[in-house]
């Protein structure tokens, strides 16, 4: 079994700049979460789908972050313009079910806003 | 109060022994618990899960679960230094997945 795909690993920026990560789930998983980990902290989730629609994206900073799952698989997360304290490292994670299965974390992406 | 609660550490224990990990949780309605063990520089790895009261063991590994006191446990037997990782606990309940800040977990030679 594949597991969850995730690029760019290392992304530096300067403030300001816009980026994207992209996330490739499990296949037959439905529910697609991105998180943010900021070091020494545990993963806040920032957005979750199931299939195509968003379940929850209560922490998502809206005015500079936007998130897309197109057709029910792939997803996209976006910054901009970036901030100093988003350096982070951005997790994506996919579950069979919803929350009370268990999440597959993909490698993630390092960001450094300069 | 924070909904997911875990010892900061570090926790230091020597090899071969018990290394003994805990959390706590606001939220009465939970309805699952996971262990993730998190080596540094990686990402977070489903270690156990546990859905109802009472013990469950994997190996070296057993989670403890005491819902009338909101408490989840996690017991490392005979430990060995590739269990030095962040040990995170994290909850579900209400369709949302909270996890604590991680527990350092060290042992020593």
């Known amino acids: 079994e594949a597991g969850v795909a995730q690029s760019p690993r290392y992304k530096i920026i300067e403030k300001r700049q816009s980026v994207a990560f992209w996330c490739n789930p499990i296949s037959g998983h439905a529910t697609l979460y991105w998180y943010q980990q900021i070091l020494g902290q545990g993963p806040k989730l920032l957005i979750q789908?199931?299939?195509?629609?968003?379940?929850?994206d209560s922490q998502l900073p809206k005015d500079r972050f936007s998130a897309e799952r197109l057709k029910g698989v792939d997803s996209t997360l976006k910054i901009q313009p970036a901030k100093l304290e988003d350096s982070a490292v951005y997790l994506c994670?996919?579950?069979?079910?919803?929350?009370?299965?268990?999440?597959?974390f993909g490698n993630g992406t390092r960001l450094t806003v300069t | 109060q924070k909904e997911v609660e875990q010892n900061s550490g570090p926790l230091s224990v020597p090899e071969g022994a018990i290394a003994s990990l805990n959390c706590t949780y606001s939220d009465r309605g939970s309805q699952s618990f996971f262990w993730y063990r998190q080596y540094s520089g990686k990402s977070p790895e489903l270690i156990m899960s546990i859905y109802s009261n009472g013990d469950k063991e994997d190996g070296r590994f057993t989670a403890q679960l005491n819902k009338a006191s909101q408490y989840v446990s996690l017991l490392i037997r005979d430990s060995q230094p590739s269990d030095s990782a962040t040990y995170l606990c994290?909850?579900?309940?209400?369709?949302?997945?909270?996890f604590g800040t991680g527990t350092r977990l060290t042992i020593i030679p």
């Open positions: 994670a996919s579950s069979f079910l919803r929350v009370e299965s268990p999440l597959h």
């Open positions: 789908f199931q299939n195509n629609g968003v379940v929850d």
């Open positions: 994290a909850v579900s309940g209400n369709e949302k997945l909270t």
